[in-house]
């Protein structure tokens, strides 16, 4: 439960046996992962190298769930910000159809009706607001409404994994499926990144040539920064602890 989602290498050796390498292991936030290993008598110095397929569905239980790529989560051209549109790719999973992307926007300036990202997606046929969002293993959806507390950006995700049906009793609260994700860690080595989006109705397209232009300007930038926590002299391991931080201020106007 401490690994950080992702791929891994699992090497394998006893005396007497030959040395086993399991190649491509995909470790997620939800359910556990077995990796089956057989040892050859022989010699020590003799590795076998075996490549894991990469499951979409889990095998553990009776759950059905779906991880989606980190690579779309991280590069899809939302209408916004939030991850959760990754999560509307997933079968079983269907968003509101009168909100752009499918997802209900989180910026109360942009409209007048209610802030309530994620209250509108269907998982698996349960109805509107019984599903359940769940950051790094913490429930964030609202009590009052069934929003989505923690919004986060493609950039701020390490893995969005969605749980249609035989949800596993540490989901009991929920009514509906489950979506799991887990925020970006830092890592040994420094990273970042700048980004920039910008909207303008002129470029908006409508069909019928009659609908009037929306006058919304929108500009979304980000920063972000990670690493290990690294002071020389002080704390000099710097593969012990590390941090990762992102700031996206936005800014609209008519």
């Known amino acids: 439960s401490s690994l950080n ?7 394998v050796s006893k005396d007497g046996f030959e040395q086993t390498s399991t190649q491509s292991v995909t470790v997620a936030g939800v ?11 022989g010699k020590t110095n003799i590795v076998v190298t ?3 397929d990469d499951d979409l569905l889990s095998k553990n239980g009776s759950d059905v769930s779906t991880t989606v790529d980190h690579n779309l989560v991280l590069n899809l ?12 790719l997933v079968p079983g999973v269907q968003g509101d159809t009168l ?8 910026n ?10 994620g209250a509108s997606i269907i998982v698996g046929g349960a109805p509107p607001g019984t599903s359940s969002v769940v950051v790094d293993g913490s429930d964030v959806t609202q009590a009052s409404y069934a929003r989505t507390g923690v919004n986060l950006s493609g950039r701020e995700v390490q893995e969005t994994t969605v749980i249609v049906t035989g949800l596993s009793a540490r ?35 409508f069909p019928d040539g009659n609908t009037a232009r929306s006058a919304l300007h929108e500009n979304y930038y980000g920063f972000y920064v990670g690493g290990p926590v690294w002071i020389p002299k002080l704390y000099p391991n710097r593969d012990k602890t590390f941090f990762f931080v992102g700031v996206e201020p936005a800014r609209m106007n008519n």
């Open 171 to 205: 989901y009991g609260r929920t009514g509906g499926g489950v979506i799991v994700q887990s925020s970006a860690p830092g890592t040994k080595d420094y990273h970042g990144a700048v980004t920039y989006r910008h909207t303008d109705p002129y470029f908006n397209a």
């Open 108 to 117: 109360p300036n942009a409209y007048t009706s209610y802030v309530v990202p």
């Open 77 to 88: 051209p939302y209408p916004e910000r939030s991850s959760l549109e990754a999560s509307l």
């Open 5 to 11: 989602p992702g791929k891994y290498t699992v090497n």
């Open 99 to 106: 909100q752009p992307g499918g997802i209900s926007t989180e």
């Open 31 to 41: 359910g556990l992962t077995n990796v089956d290993v057989s040892l050859a008598v």
């Open 50 to 52: 075996v490549n894991a």
